[in-house]
């Protein structure tokens, strides 16, 4: 099946700092999708991006389908941002396989 | 336009105990997947359902653990005698579409198993 790999793994910010968390499939993929899961368990749809680059208020996201890999950006991080965000990919037959996410702190 | 709705979001068992969750898709919506967490993990892929239909079942325990759809009514993921290793958060997607389509999650169902 089709592997994913996060980057980095943990990740602590200062409140107003940026960062750029890094998703690699093995794979070509028929769709990617970035999640926020809060500290109570909630996976919230960031983005739905097979290809080419979307823009949300302070987040945005990169996928080069041809190079296997997908960037989500975060700037003017706030505390709210903090929690674990995952890269899902769809191979065939709309199986989602997800990474094992990038736990984000932000701290005040 | 309500979201997917998962019931109960907590649920309690002993060892031995059946266990059964409930999913409801994104009105229009007739693909439901099921995924488990185990703590600190990601989330797996266990199921892919359609109306009446078993699509894909390969991350699904071959034993203990079976889903369904019907015609009316919620998804059902019934886990038959519950073992501590079955404590997980286990979520419902749902799609309005076949082929690549966006997936929208449910709250989850955190089981515990004493």
């Known amino acids: 099946g089709i592997q994913v790999e996060q980057s980095p793994p943990d990740l602590i910010l200062q409140e107003g700092a940026n960062s750029t968390l890094r998703c690699n499939f093995s794979?070509?993929?028929?769709?990617l999708q970035w999640f926020h899961q809060n500290p109570w368990g909630q996976l919230i749809n960031l983005f739905y991006?097979?290809?080419g680059t979307k823009q949300n208020g302070r987040l945005s996201a990169t996928t080069v389908a041809t190079e296997r890999y997908s960037l989500l950006y975060i700037s003017s991080s706030q505390t709210t941002d903090s929690g674990v965000y995952f890269c899902?990919?769809?191979?065939?037959?709309?199986?989602?396989?997800f990474g094992i996410g990038t736990k984000l702190q932000v701290i005040p | 336009n309500a979201g997917v709705m998962q019931n109960p979001r907590h649920l309690v068992r002993r060892r031995g105990q059946e266990a059964r969750l409930r999913c409801s898709p994104m009105?229009?919506?007739?693909?439901v997947y099921w995924y488990r967490q185990l703590p600190e993990e990601g989330l797996k892929f266990m199921v892919y359902?359609?109306?009446?239909?078993?699509?894909?079942e390969s991350g699904m325990p071959k034993e203990r653990f079976s889903a369904e759809f019907p015609k009316e009514g919620p998804s059902i993921l019934r886990i038959q005698q519950v073992v501590r290793g079955d404590s997980a958060a286990y979520f419902c997607?749902?799609?309005?579409?076949?082929?690549?389509?966006?997936?929208?999650f449910g709250p989850g169902t955190r089981l515990t198993v004493l």
């Open positions: 997607a749902s799609s309005p579409l076949r082929g690549p389509d966006e997936q929208f």
């Open positions: 794979d070509s993929v028929n769709n």
């Open positions: 991006i097979p290809s």
């Open positions: 899902a990919v769809v191979g065939g037959y709309q199986k989602v396989t």
């Open positions: 009105k229009g919506h007739s693909h």
């Open positions: 359902l359609q109306k009446e239909n078993i699509i894909d």
